[in-house]
């Protein structure tokens, strides 16, 4: 065993691609399957195993319209254009790699118990009425037929029956074997320390195994982007969540249904699995699992289903959301040639990345993005920002 890792750490990463990918997330995956599929080489630099960053601890809903928020017009166009994507882009994954990716189809619930949160919930379906998007009030006795093991005080529902969820770390496993398959290669435990440049452009990545040269270079390094364009300011963040999972009956599951609450949400997987998230917290790169953290998980999801008090703790985990400045993605040049940005997805990375495969291979093979991604470019930034304009 000593011996196999050894080998992979001294495995050199010299080389030459089209596309050097940074970040082997969902994002930098699905860039880089897209750009096989259009005949582009394409190698992905991973710090650490493919999936194992946001990627690793999202709950995988597809939450187009459930997560929308006041004063986020702008980013329904892109959610809705990525959410019909995500069909098609499930079936030619799960086809191409014969892995499950676990997408389930049964939409998404938002329950309220007590009076004040049906006011608040009737305001929240008012808000998605005024973005055009689609909703259905359900009674609470409605909501409780169709999710039996709802607490009984549960009074009114929104359902949106288009917010579907898959499994990230299974989407991430098809992804890994169908870039593979394509001919990609990536280097897992293998952290790019700088960008190469020759003749005022970045010209590929360096890491301790060597230089990798590339055309172009994707920086789709999730949180962590900021850290390999030291000097510019890329305006993205970690915003730390924590999760936990237990474990339903298989045959006889505690929920179908995706439920909200105002506090949490609740994500049943295909395997059994019940993912409760998620904190939202300013905390910097700090990956504690905190008591407080956890217990209020816990007393939420059990305020709503009281059963889940007998099931049994799977896992609990952390990740780093990439938060932008106006919580939306960032996508193309940033200020150097050579040199393009996926990144800034914040707590959309699974919903969004059909559609930032896209925008980022559209760049690539044909100069120019198409579509609602044309809004999400750093330009955005740089309109109230003269820090902005820094080279690298
Ligand atoms: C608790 C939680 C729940 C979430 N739930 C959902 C959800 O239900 N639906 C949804 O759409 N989104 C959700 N998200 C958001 C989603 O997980 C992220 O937006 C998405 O995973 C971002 O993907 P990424 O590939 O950009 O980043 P990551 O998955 O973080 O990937 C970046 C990769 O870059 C690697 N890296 C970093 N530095 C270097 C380096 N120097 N060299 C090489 N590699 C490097 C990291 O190791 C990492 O693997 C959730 C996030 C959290 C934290």
Known sequence: MDKIIDLERHRTAEGRADVAIIGGGIIGLSIGWKLLQAGKSVAIFERDTIGSGATRAASGMLAANVEVEPAEDDLVPLTLASQELWH???????AESGLTVDY??????????SRDEVDRLRFRQDLLTRLGLTSEWLSGSVAREREPALRPSVSGAIFCKQDHQVDARRVAAALAAVFRKAGGQIFENTPVTSLERSSGRVSGVVTEA??????????????WSPQLVPGFELPVR??????????????????THIVWTEQIHMAPKGDGRL???????????????????????????RRVLPSIEELAIDEIWTGFRPTSLDDAPIFGE??????????????NGILL??????????LILKGRMDGPETSFTLQRFR????RMTHGL
């Open 275 to 301: 993912i409760i998230g998620a904190s939202v917290e300013e905390r910097g790169f700090d990956a504690a699992n905190t008591a407080g953290g956890i217990f209020a998980l816990l007393e939420a999801a």
């Open 238 to 255: 970690p915003l730390k969540g924590q999760s936990l999972a237990v474990r339903m009956d298989k045959r006889d599951p505690a929920l």
């Open 210 to 223: 060597g230089v990798f040269s590339a055309q172009t270079v994707v920086l789709a390094a999730g949180a």
């Open 353 to 362: 990345a059909p559609v930032t495969a896209r925008a980022i291979s559209d």
């Open 104 to 113: 389930r189809d049964h939409g998404t619930m938002i329950v309220a118990l």
């Open 88 to 94: 098609g882009f499930a079936r030619e994954l799960e």
């Open 334 to 347: 940033i200020g150097v040639d050579g040199l393009i940005v996926a990144t800034g997805h914040h707590r």
């Open 383 to 386: 309109k109230n920002s003269d």
